[in-house]
Nanobody
Framework: VQLQASGGGLVQVGGSLRLSCVASGSAIGFGTMAWYRQAPGKQRELVASISRGGSTKYADFVNDRFFIWRENAKGTVYLEMNNLKSEETAVYYC????????????WGQGTLVTVSS
């Protein structure tokens, strides 16, 4: 199984970015998929998740600025981020759970988002 995240980059405060993550290697796809982030010197934290059926959850700090969705046929999960803040500079990681056992989790390599003020 491989997860390949992309879409990170440099954006100004208040700007927007769209992250993508392609998951491959499972013939039947994946269970819940999610985006996490890890800022320098901080622990990794959940940003948003989406179930196989499309139910979503967001961290409190999102405040309706981010939107997560997925295309199961493509094994892809997206994260649209709007009104970004400087403190949201971090490496963003995608995550996917096995359909058979949600204790089995796969991680992508991360994509760096830098929000400049």
């Amino acid at each position: 199984v491989q997860l390949q995240a992309s879409g990170g980059g440099l954006v100004q405060v208040g700007g927007s970015l769209r992250l993508s993550c392609v998951a491959s290697g499972s013939a039947i796809g994946f269970g819940t998929m999610a985006w996490y982030r890890q800022a320098p010197g901080k622990q990794r934290e959940l940003v948003a998740s989406i179930s196989r059926g499309g139910s979503t959850k967001y961290a409190d700090f999102v405040n309706d600025r981010f939107f997560i969705w997925r295309e199961n046929a493509k094994g892809t999960v997206y994260l649209e981020m709007n009104n970004l803040k400087s403190e949201e500079t971090a490496v963003y990681y995608c995550n996917a759970k096995s359909v058979y056992d949600d204790r089995i989790t796969y991680w992508g390599q991360g994509t760096l988002v830098t929000v400049s003020s």
